[in-house]
C-alpha cells in the first residue's frame, strides 16, 4: 500500500518540467535524479556552485575536487559550469532555481518548513544551504516520510522544531500522498492504492482537504534505495 | 620592481599574522581546503584567532586542528556539527562554552564575504526570516517581502587552495575548488594561496578565474587529503 522511498521520489520527478534548473537535497531528494521521465532534461544545480551535476563518480573517476553539496564526488553533464560559492547563492537568492527537492521533519499547513535543526544534545548548528534554498527557490517541494517512526505526522499545524524558511513549501510527497499547500492549508491531490481519506486525515497532523480530481498514486514496482 | 607573489616557505606566506587576527579558510565538502597553510598556521601557536569558513568541522580540512590547539575564539560559519557521535572539538569547545559560534545560512555567509570585498557594509536579504539563525536582526520589508540585515564579513588574513598561479597572483581553479576562495580573497588584507604550481608564462587572461590584484602572496603546496 506504502509507496517505497524510490517510488516517492519516482513520484516526485514525474512533476519536474523540461529546461528547469533543479536543486535536490541532501538524502532522499537526490535520488529524484535517477527518476526524470525521459525527453526530459534539465539541470542539476549545486550549492557549491556546479551548475549541471551528472551522475556519481565512482573508482578512478572519483575526485575530491569535483562534489557535489553532500561532499559526494560526482560527474559533470555536457553543458556544465562550475561557478563559486557566491555566486552559487546569487543563482538561488535570484530566483534561477527552478525547484528545490528537500527533505523535511515537520511541515505546517501554512507551507513552514522544519528541514534544519533537530536540536540533538550536544551537537553543534548545521544549516549549510537549507534556508536559502528553502527561502529562494521559485518552488520548494518536499519528499519525505508522512509519519515519523513512532507514528507522529511530519505535516502539523504549526511546526514545533526550529524553522528553516516561513510559509515556503508548495507540495509535498509522502509514501502516502500528494499534497499541495494552498492558501486554506493542505489539498490531497492523489493518495495510495488502499488508503480511505478517512484513514489518511487519521495519519496527518492537520485538517486535509481533497482535491476534485484526487486520484490513486499509480507508481511502478522499482527497488527500494538505501539510506 | 617587477611583481612577484611568489613566496618560498609558509613563513613568508604567513607572514605578519597575530593574535586576535580574523581569518577566512576556503574550501567545501573535499575541493579547495588549504590544508598546508593550515599546518602553518597552527605551527604558529596563536591566541583569540576569529574562524570565518564554511564547515568547523568537515573531515577532509585541517580547521579542527586549529579550534583543537585552543588557538580560536569565535568561529562564523553555516556547518558546526561533526560527522561521528563523539564531540568533534568544535562541539567539545562550544559545549563547555569555550568558543563563540555565529551560525549563518550557506548563502548569507557567501554573501557577506563578497560584499566585504565589494564595498557593501550591509545588505538585506530574505533569507532566514523569522528563523532562529535571524533573532534580533533588523527587517524591513521590500516588494511585500521580509528581509533581514546582514553585514559585511572582513579579515586579516585569507587562507585559499588553488590550483595554478603566475607570479601576479592570477589564480585558475580545478572544478569546484574556488567556492568561498575567490570572495574570501577580495574580502581580506592579505590573501594567501596554496596551489599545484606556479607557472612561469603569465596565465592567459581569459583562464583567470580570480585577478592577481586580489592575492597577496602564492606558495606551491602538494595537496594535503586526509
Known amino acids: 500500500m506504502k509507496l517505497n522511498r524510490s517510488q516517492m521520489v519516482w513520484r516526485a520527478a514525474q512533476d519536474i518540467g523540461d529546461g528547469w534548473l533543479v536543486n535536490l537535497g541532501i538524502g532522499l531528494p537526490v535520488a529524484v535524479a535517477d527518476h526524470i521521465p525521459q525527453g526530459i532534461d534539465v539541470f542539476f544545480h549545486s550549492e557549491n ?7 556519481l563518480a565512482s573508482g578512478n573517476a572519483a575526485d575530491t575536487d569535483l562534489v557535489d553539496a553532500g561532499s559526494r564526488t560526482i560527474t559533470l553533464r555536457a553543458g556544465a559550469s562550475i561557478v563559486d560559492s557566491a555566486w552559487s547563492f546569487s543563482m538561488i537568492r535570484g530566483g534561477h532555481i527552478d525547484v528545490t527537492i528537500l527533505g523535511a521533519f515537520e511541515v505546517a499547513a501554512n507551507g513552514d518548513l522544519a528541514n534544519w535543526d533537530m536540536k540533538i544534545p550536544n551537537k553543534g548548528p548545521l544549516v549549510g544551504g537549507a534556508m536559502d534554498l528553502a527561502a529562494a527557490a521559485k518552488s520548494v517541494w ?49 493518495i495510495v492504492d488502499g488508503l480511505s481519506r478517512e484513514e489518511l486525515q487519521k495519519r496527518t497532523g492537520a485538517p486535509l482537504t481533497f482535491a476534485p480530481g484526487c486520484k490513486t498514486i499509480n507508481a511502478p514496482a522499482l527497488a527500494e534505495v538505501a539510506g | 620592481m617587477a611583481i612577484n607573489k611568489r613566496v ?17 579558510i576556503s574550501g567545501f565538502g573535499g575541493a579547495g581546503f588549504p590544508n598546508t597553510l593550515i599546518r602553518a598556521l597552527r605551527d604558529r601557536a596563536l591566541k583569540g584567532l576569529t574562524l570565518i569558513v564554511n564547515s568547523a568541522t568537515h573531515r577532509l580540512s585541517f580547521t579542527h586542528e586549529l579550534i583543537d590547539g585552543g588557538m580560536v575564539q569565535k568561529v562564523i560559519c553555516s556547518a558546526a556539527r561533526g560527522r561521528d557521535k563523539d564531540l568533534s572539538p568544535f562541539e567539545k569547545l562550544w559545549k563547555e562554552g569555550k568558543i563563540e559560534l555565529v551560525c549563518l545560512p550557506q548563502g548569507t555567509l557567501a ?8 564595498g557593501i557594509p550591509a545588505f538585506f536579504t530574505p533569507v532566514g526570516v523569522g528563523t532562529d539563525l535571524t533573532k534580533g536582526k533588523e527587517v524591513r520589508v521590500f516588494n511585500g517581502r521580509e528581509h533581514v540585515l546582514e553585514h559585511a564579513l572582513t579579515a586579516d588574513l585569507a587562507m585559499i587552495r588553488a590550483d595554478t598561479a603566475d607570479r601576479y597572483g592570477n589564480l585558475t581553479f580545478r572544478y569546484a575548488q574556488a567556492n568561498f576562495g575567490t570572495a574570501m580573497a577580495t574580502a581580506a588584507k592579505v590573501a594567501v594561496a596554496e596551489v599545484r604550481v606556479i607557472n612561469d608564462e603569465p596565465t592567459p587572461h581569459d583562464k583567470v578565474q580570480l585577478p592577481g590584484i586580489y592575492v597577496d602572496r602564492v606558495i606551491v603546496a602538494p595537496e594535503i587529503k586526509p
Open chain 1, 49 to 55: 556552485g556546479v551548475v549541471g551535476v551528472g551522475p
Open chain 1, 142 to 190: 518536499i519528499v519525505m516520510e508522512h509519519n515519523t517512526r513512532s507514528g507522529g505526522s511530519r505535516i502539523v499545524k504549526q511546526c514545533t522544531l526550529p524553522l528553516t524558511a516561513q510559509r515556503c513549501v508548495k507540495r509535498i510527497y509522502t509514501d502516502l500522498a500528494v499534497m499541495e499547500i494552498g492558501p486554506e492549508g493542505v489539498i490531497v491531490h492523489e
Open chain 2, 8 to 24: 618560498g616557505s609558509v613563513e613568508e606566506a604567513l607572514a605578519g599574522v597575530s593574535d586576535g587576527a580574523v581569518v577566512m
Open chain 2, 111 to 118: 554573501e557577506a564575504i563578497r560584499a566585504g570585498g565589494a
